[in-house]
T-cell receptor, first 113, second 112 residues
């Protein structure tokens, strides 16, 4: 069964550094998402992306964050200058159409030192 | 913002027992979703519900979309050890948005 893949599985970065988290969504999916889960808490929506632009973002997704689809397969989340509170699991998800169930990757654990 | 109240927060049951958990919201949703998350992995979709009143099964799992569109339940029958994990309810599709709002999860423990 096709799946969403994310790399790396674990990223350790110094505070203030830039990080790029990578995702390969399911190939025929058109809608892409990033979610965040702080340890022990619920999964929170960050941003949705369709047709090469952001369609919605949450209040968490401030100017430090950006997303990009640099080619036909990858979908990236960039955090420009990481803060300690950015430490979390970051999940990528994709869906075929709007309002269809989203399928999640296994996440990237981001640890900020 | 939109909140989902999921209960119970955790459950300790004996293998073979049935399990029931539910979710309520102050907002209506167009879709209710149930996900399971194992340690170190992403949420895996178990059941998706699209219509008020809909009752859907997936093996030993059964979920219903409440008639008011503000609640849903998930039942697991005859629990087995691999059912251990965190179960999240999620609402999707309020007005024109399709982001998923997750509940805080129900952590299921199965006693030997």
């Amino acid at each position: 069964e096709p799946e969403v893949t994310q790399t790396p599985s674990h990223q350790v970065t110094q505070m203030g550094q830039e990080v790029i988290l990578r995702c390969v969504p399911i190939s025929n999916h058109l809608y892409f998402y990033w979610y965040r889960q702080i340890l022990g808490q619920k999964v929170e929506f960050l941003v949705s992306f369709y047709n090469n632009e952001i369609s919605e973002k949450s209040e968490i997704f401030d100017d430090q964050f950006s997303v990009e689809r640099p080619d036909g397969s990858n979908f990236t989340l960039k955090i420009r200058s990481t803060k300690l509170e950015d430490s979390a699991m970051y999940f990528c998800a994709s869906s075929t159409r709007k309002f269809t169930p989203q399928h999640f990757g296994d996440g990237t654990r981001l640890s900020i030192l | 913002g939109q909140q989902l109240n999921q209960s119970p927060q955790s459950m300790f049951i004996q293998e073979g027992e049935d399990v029931s958990m539910n979710c309520t919201s102050s907002s209506i949703f167009n879709t209710w979703l149930w996900y399971k998350q194992d340690p170190g992995e992403g949420p895996v979709l178990l059941i998706a519900l699209y219509k008020a009143g809909e009752l859907t099964s997936n093996g030993r799992l059964t979920a219903q979309f409440g008639i008011t569109r503000k609640d849903s339940f998930l039942n697991i029958s005859a629990s087995i050890p691999s059912d251990v994990g965190i179960y999240f309810c999620a609402g999707q599709g309020v007005s024109r948005d399709d982001k998923i709002i997750f509940g805080k999860g129900t952590r299921l423990h199965i006693l030997p």
